[in-house]
Antibody
Framework: QVQLQQSGPGLVKPSQTLSLTCAISGDSVSRNSAAWNWIRQSPSRGLEWLGRTEYRSKWSNDYAVSVKSRITINRDTSKNQFSLQLNSVTPEDTAVYYC??????????????WGQGTPVTVSS | QSVLTQPPSVSGAPGQRVTISCTGSSSNIGARFDVHWYRQLPGIAPKLLIYGNNNRPSGVPDRFSGSRSGTSASLAITGLQAEDEADYYCQSYDSSLTAWVFGGGTKLTVL
């Protein structure tokens, strides 16, 4: 059974960096038939895909245009985890953040395992 | 404003059938990108309900089914039960945005 355990602060000051980590159990961040995503949810923006990291012969990242200039997703294979950094946050970044496995299965790609969610508030 | 459009709410009596629509455009559903559906209970992460337009993960009852046609998709729930009350989200890929996108969600109320 795949489990994703999120950790990180729930309060970040404006202009600072939001940092979250997702520890994976029951799977590997290096698996080549999965990608590791960050998705957030807020009342104003709904569910919003932010980015992903995946290993398919080599490592690659994809980011949403809306956050591309501010986001970094890293992975730590020794700890089997991946992380999100979002720079220069504003109150608009207040949301529940989820780490999510994206699975390649047959010809499909879908989000099958979600972390528990981390509510993050951007406020001074 | 979500890329995929869903009705904010639907309702039905126990035992009835309801459908939830998901309308996209030529850059997502209309481009034949697959549609997936998720169910979310309050305070809990979304859970995969339908993948690849009309496939159910293990453990999802056959009361739930999905379909896709043109620029739209639908989720159908038959034999409504009280525990089906939840928020339902459709999801696809958008080639113009080069991003995975979601609908705004539909709240299902069982009367």
């Amino acid at each position: 059974q795949v489990q994703l355990q999120q950790s990180g602060p729930g309060l970040v000051k404006p202009s600072q960096t939001l940092s979250l980590t997702c520890a994976i159990s029951g799977d590997s961040v290096s698996r080549n038939s999965a990608a590791w995503n960050w998705i957030r949810q807020s009342p104003s923006r709904g569910l919003e895909w932010l980015g992903r990291t995946e290993y398919r012969s080599k490592w690659s990242n994809d980011y949403a245009v809306s956050v591309k200039s501010r986001i970094t997703i890293n992975r730590d294979t020794s700890k089997n985890q991946f992380s999100l950094q979002l720079n220069s946050v504003t109150p608009e970044d207040t949301a529940v953040y989820y780490c999510v496995r994206g699975l390649y299965s047959s010809s499909y790609y879908y989000f099958d395992y979600w972390g528990q969610g981390t509510p993050v508030t951007v406020s001074s | 404003q979500s890329v995929l459009t869903q009705p904010p709410s639907v309702s039905g009596a126990p035992g009835q059938r309801v459908t939830i629509s998901c309308t996209g455009s030529s850059s997502n559903i209309g481009a034949r990108f697959d549609v997936h559906w998720y169910r979310q209970l309050p305070g809990i992460a979304p859970k995969l309900l339908i993948y690849g337009n009309n496939n159910r993960p293990s453990g999802v009852p056959d009361r739930f089914s999905g379909s896709r046609s043109g620029t739209s998709a639908s989720l159908a729930i038959t034999g409504l039960q009280a525990e089906d009350e939840a928020d339902y989200y459709c999801q696809s890929y958008d080639s113009s945005l080069t991003a995975w996108v979601f609908g705004g969600g539909t709240k299902l109320t069982v009367l």
